[in-house]
């Protein structure tokens, strides 16, 4: 499995400030999305293009477009909608697939209880969001699902990975491209990513127990 790790001064500054403790949920999910739209960035370099004919000021001219059906954005709820806005201000006309999963706290297993899913799904690449790959269920479920609907051209992205999640993703799905922020260094007895963000969903919701 690919895995990109996007090393660039924005998002390595971004990340800093989004691990400070007690960070506001209006920061937390500002800066969630403004590295959303960074990795976006990274994600969509290798979108195939063709040639289309645009009337210019100088009469028709040879210009390109993105090629092919509209990429479908794949939130995985609750925690993946925190990226949607970023990855939607750059890719402004892609089809959202909603999946809704949540992990189990004592099994860690993913328990789905949602999916709306666009039409077509064969003939797009889709686009796979969440901010957490923890163990990597949450992740490899969705692909999963997605794969048994057809889909073929799978990314995901993520802001902080784990080495046991990149591992689980590489064996399940080893022809996906991982995009992520950060690989951290582990996970704890809870599941929880060291030094990871702590649970990003409820950070982004302003849920915090
Ligand atoms: O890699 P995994 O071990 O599956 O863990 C990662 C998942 O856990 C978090 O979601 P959570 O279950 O807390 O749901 P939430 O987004 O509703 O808070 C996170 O947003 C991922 O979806
Ligand atoms: O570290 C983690 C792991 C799973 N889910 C989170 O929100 N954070
Ligand atoms: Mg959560």
């Known amino acids: 499995m690919n895995v990109v790790e996007v090393k660039h001064p924005l998002i390595s500054h971004k990340m800093g400030l989004l691990r400070t403790h007690d960070i506001s949920v209006k920061a937390f999910r500002e800066l969630v999305s403004e590295i959303g739209s960074l990795l976006t960035f990274e994600a969509t370099r290798d979108l195939p293009l063709e040639d289309t004919t645009t009337a210019s000021w100088q009469g028709d001219i040879t210009t390109q477009q993105l090629a092919g059906k509209k990429l479908t954005l794949v939130p995985i709820l609750r925690a993946g909608l925190g990226l949607n806005e970023g990855v939607l201000s750059i890719i402004p006309c892609a089809r959202v697939s909603v999946v809704g999963l949540y992990r189990n706290e004592e099994t860690l297993e993913p328990v789905p209880y949602f999916e709306k899913l666009t039409s077509d799904l064969d003939k797009r690449v889709a686009l796979v969001v969440d901010p957490m790959l923890a163990t990597g ?5 969705t692909i999963d699902l997605l794969k ?13 990975a784990a080495p046991e999640g990149i591992q689980a993703l590489e064996e399940a799905h080893p022809d996906v491209t991982l995009y992520t922020a950060s690989v951290d260094e582990k996970l704890n007895e809870q599941g929880y990513i060291l030094p990871g963000l702590g649970d990003a969903g409820d950070k982004i919701f302003g849920t915090k127990k």
Not at 137 to 141: E, I, L, N, T
């Open 148 to 160: 048994k609907q057809g889909v073929k051209d799978i990314k995901a992205m993520v802001l902080v």
């Open 137 to 141: 269920g949450s992740m490899v479920a």
